[in-house]
């Protein structure tokens, strides 16, 4: 069992930065796929980010790419999404998640774990 809770959200302008945390409890948090997904109002959840178990693989989601960056420190069962250049259509809810499997994946199906959430407002 990983119980997850996000922190760093926030209000921000366009072009600011933000940096999401988000901590795991459980002894196996460096035998999980870590992922991020965002939701916005009315919308599907949506991939964001994903970084393999040991950090060295990563996945992004087309629009943010070049953006935003994932990674992970599992001795302190952290995994982080540092966001760059932020524009108003990143504003959503973001979800830290985990996966037991060792692939990378993009669809929030296959995750089996998830954070409460943490709101990202990016004005214009």
């Known amino acids: 069992q990983v119980q997850l809770v996000e ?6 302008q366009a ?13 196996t948090f460096s035998r999980h796929v870590m992922g991020w997904f965002r939701q ?8 964001v ?11 992004y989601a087309d629009s943010v790419k070049g ?15 540092q ?8 504003t959503a809810v973001y979800y830290c ?9 993009t669809t929030a199906s296959r995750y089996d774990y998830w954070g409460q959430g943490t709101q990202v407002t990016v004005s214009s």
Do not use: H, Q
């Not at 072009?15 to 002894?27: D, F, H, I, N, P």
């Not at 916005?40 to 991939?47: I, S, Y």
């Not at 998640?97 to 994946?105: G, V």
């Open 40 to 47: 916005a109002p009315g919308k599907e959840r949506e991939f």
């Open 49 to 59: 980010a994903a970084i393999s178990w040991g950090g060295s693989g990563t996945d």
């Open 15 to 27: 072009g600011g930065s933000l940096r999401l945390s988000c901590a795991a409890s459980g002894r």
């Open 67 to 81: 953006r935003f960056t994932i990674s992970r420190d599992n001795a302190k069962n952290t995994v982080y999404l």
């Open 7 to 12: 922190s760093g959200g926030g209000l921000v």
């Open 97 to 105: 998640a985990a996966d037991r499997r060792f692939s990378l994946d």
């Open 83 to 90: 966001m760059n250049s932020l524009k108003p259509e990143d």
